[in-house]
């Protein structure tokens, strides 16, 4: 474990994830996923059956739980132990595992359970994985779990969320951009930095001297009240102030990381980027399992030929496909004083709103997150 994974680790057991979802807002947000959830349970034709569900980063449970007490066999996988004795207290049914997204072996989840979810949820990780091969390997990961006609979804915060709200909103914009300015006098003067490789280790590099400064403070950070959660919530969204971009801006306005940061924002182009990457990941390690298989069976002398179809690699290596991407909170976020003004009834009308607009491609991208619906199809 990094230093990264413990600074997330540290934020989380301070910030009251269970209460997150509670909000208006919140609530625009989760009633919106678990529609999609449905959806995606009817669009495998699975209603009424009970599924093989994987929640990884499951939180404290707010979507696995329920799912569980619907009858589905679920698997929440947790990085966080915090968040983990939550769902322990509050739910019943979960098989419970603490684990990294990146690597899903090592929660027990090994080449012997390849293909056997009907429904992967992946609602979280994607925010703290900074690299961006860290988020690609985190989706061939999943897909080697997820059964053939199964459903992964999968959420995303968003780069203009965090531009208006931390850059224009609490007034950073000018910050960042003079940020962004020098780093890109800085690879001028000594030459652009080639390849994801080498700018994920010179990440590495600087996230490991800051981690030396930012290991003592962590320690003694307490525990914040719900209260001031709520307070800086309604400030700057739905993040701690200590823990938003402290990045820099390039000239298209696109947020760039910097070692410090927790949370990572992405445009649609980025995510298509992810899955292109995850795509080519799969099909290295479908090729490498053919190659292992046919190499095993030559060497038992199994006299027995590979070809129609016994080595995994000649039949063609499974992509993930996307089947829908939608909004789940649009402009809730920007508007929560409003929500909260809201009757019953006309909070009902936002949500049949939000609802009705979610999916439009003019408005994909605009909101806090959005979450893509994927499934594996054959090439």
């Known amino acids: 474990m990094d230093w990264h994974d413990q600074k997330l680790i540290a934020y989380y057991n301070k910030f009251p994830e269970e209460k ?52 589905h066999r679920v698997t929440a996988v947790e990085l966080v132990r915090y968040n983990i004795g939550c769902m322990r207290q509050k739910w019943t049914g979960l098989d419970i595992r603490q684990g990294d997204a990146r690597d899903l072996a090592g929660a027990g989840l090994g080449q012997e359970c390849n293909g056997s979810f009907d429904l992967i949820l992946m609602l979280g990780p994607m925010y703290h994985l900074i690299r961006d091969q860290d988020k690609a390997q985190a989706l061939a990961e999943a897909a080697r779990l997820l059964a053939p006609r199964g ?35 800085k690879q ?31 320690q003694t950070e307490g525990v914040q009240t719900e209260e001031q959660v709520q307070e800086e919530s309604d400030k700057i969204g739905s993040f701690s102030r200590d823990h938003r971009s402290k990045g820099s801006l390039d000239a298209s306005f696109a947020l760039q990381p910097s070692p410090g940061d927790l949370y990572d924002y992405v445009r649609l182009e980025d995510i298509a980027a992810f899955d292109r990457e995850a795509n080519r990941l799969i099909r290295e390690r479908w090729e490498k399992a053919g190659r292992d298989s046919q190499e095993e069976s030559l060497t ?37 004083r409003e929500l909260n003004a809201l009757s019953e009834e006309e909070f009902a009308c936002f949500l049949d709103y939000q609802l009705a607009i979610c999916e439009r491609a003019d408005l994909l991208g605009a909101g806090g997150h959005l979450v893509e619906v994927l499934r594996l199809s054959e090439k």
């Open 20 to 71: 997150r979802l509670d909000s208006r807002h919140g609530q625009v947000e989760y009633r919106l996923t678990r529609h999609f959830i449905n959806q995606a349970i009817s669009d495998m034709g699975a209603e009424g059956q009970s599924l093989r569900v994987l929640d990884i980063g499951a939180g404290t449970g707010r979507y696995a739980g329920p799912l569980a007490g619907e009858g």
């Open 151 to 185: 459903r992964l979804l999968v959420a995303y915060l968003m780069n203009e969320y965090s531009v208006l709200t931390y850059g224009f909103g609490q007034r950073h914009i000018l910050e960042l951009r003079a940020k962004g300015q020098a780093e890109k006098e």
């Open 188 to 218: 001028t003067q000594t030459g652009r930095v080639q390849g994801e490789q080498t700018q994920a280790g010179r990440l590495q590099e600087e996230q490991a001297k800051e981690g030396q400064i930012q290991e003592k403070r962590m």
């Open 300 to 336: 038992a002398g199994a006299g027995r030929s590979i070809r129609g179809g016994n080595a995994p690699g000649k039949r063609g290596a499974p992509q993930l496909i996307r089947e829908r991407i939608f909004s789940p909170d649009g402009p809730a976020n920007y508007m929560r």
